[in-house]
Structures are given as C-alpha cells and as structure tokens.
C-alpha cells in the first residue's frame, strides 16, 4: 500500500517535471526563432522608432539594428531613406503594426504574407507594395491565423460594427480605422482582396472561421 502511495506521488512528480520541461523549451523556442522578441515586443519597438515624432529628414542615419543607412557619399546627405525593421530572424520586414482593443490584439504586420510570416504574426496580402499603401487610399488586406487559441486573428469573431482598428505606419502615422462590414465567405472568393475603394482609405481582415471551411471577412474605414 506504501509503495503504491509513492508510486503514485512519484508519477504526479514526474509529469509536473516534464510539463515544466516542455514548457521552458517551447518559451525559449519562441523567442529564439523571434530572434529574442516576441511579436508584441516588436510592435512596440517598430512605434517608438517611427514614432519618435521626428521628422524624416532629422532621423539618425541608422536603422533599427544600429547599421548606416543609405548615404548619398559624395553630398554627405542621405539618399532615398526608409527604415526597414525586421522581426524574428530578421528574414520578415514589418511594414506596421495594428492593435484591436475589442479582442487585446496587439501584432507587427509583416510585408508577405507567406506561410513561414503567418506563423510568427499578421501579413499583407495585397498590395505587393504595402510599405507605401498603408494608411493611404485605397485596400490593404491583411491576413492572419485563427488557431482558436487568442493567437493572430483567433478573436476575429468577436468583433462588432463599430469596433475600432488602429493602424501605425513606416512614416509614424496612427490611424484609427472603424469595422463596417463583417461577412462570412467561401475560400476561393477573393473579391474582396484587391476591391475598389474610390478613394476611401481602409483595410480588410481575413482569417478562416472557427470550422476552418470559411473565411471571416472583416472591413474598416479609415476615420476622417
């Protein structure tokens, strides 16, 4: 009877060991593939350096990583000039961020959207050059994952009319976005990628329902 107690207290022990184990590993994991960041960290990095509330034109001439940047030699003045912040290992340029206070969303958005960006945060879709059309007129589609789990777009579902959407850019602008439709639809329909805004400044956000077999369609318009 003894030994069957401290079989048993041994077994508890035992897993409780492994669960710390694993979890320390999986912790270390992510942030090392983060480059030792996590997304969020890299979403407040990516605000304070562009937005220091500098002109562009009075910047250090360094990016984020403290490398020089892009000086036109012979002026000694700085050539066409943009700062580029890479996140994880360094293989991802963040274009913005966005934050949804409804659901504590809080990401970097990456500049592609391939599958190795959209397991560390949110990309663009479209346009190829989101760098220069965020927080401009016209459509940024931003898509993200639904793991169900609070991770990326999870929370998507949550959202209401109303709910706000803020955007920072590369040139430091924060831009308040408000969600006017939300609509479900069918994976291969993709009108609503590259729509036509005549002129309107939004985005749209995309993720895949709960069941995996539709797609949540959220849109926003930027506030005037």
């Not at 007129?137 to 169900?148: D, E, F, K, L, S």
Request: aromatic share 8%; net charge negative; glycine share 8%.
């Amino acid at each position: 009877m003894l030994n069957s107690k401290y079989s048993g207290l041994l077994t508890v022990l035992l897993i409780i060991i492994i669960v710390v184990v694993i979890g320390g590993l999986v912790f270390l994991g992510l942030r090392f593939f983060g480059g030792g960041e996590t997304p969020q960290e890299v979403a407040n990095r990516f605000r304070q350096t562009v937005g220091d509330g500098i002109d562009r034109d009075e910047r250090e001439l360094t990016d984020i990583e403290g490398r020089e940047f892009n000086r036109d030699r012979r002026s000694g003045r700085r050539g066409n000039f943009r700062e580029r912040i890479f996140c994880c290992c360094g293989n991802h340029v963040v274009v913005g961020t966005i934050e949804i206070p409804a659901i504590n969303l809080d990401y970097p958005i990456l500049e592609r959207s391939t599958n190795n960006a959209i397991d560390i945060a949110v990309a663009v879709m479209h346009p190829t050059n989101p760098e220069d059309a965020l927080n401009r007129p016209g459509n940024v589609t931003i898509t993200g994952h639904n793991y169900r789990n609070g991770r990326f777009f999870s929370n998507n579902s949550r959202l209401a009319l109303g709910d706000r959407i803020y955007i920072v850019d590369t040139r430091g602008e924060r831009v308040a976005y408000t969600i006017y439709h939300i609509f479900e639809t069918i994976p291969n329909d993709v009108a609503h990628v590259s729509r036509d805004t005549e002129g309107a400044t939004e985005i749209t956000l995309t993720t895949c329902t709960d069941d995996s077999l539709r797609r949540l369609i959220i849109q926003a318009r930027a506030e005037e």
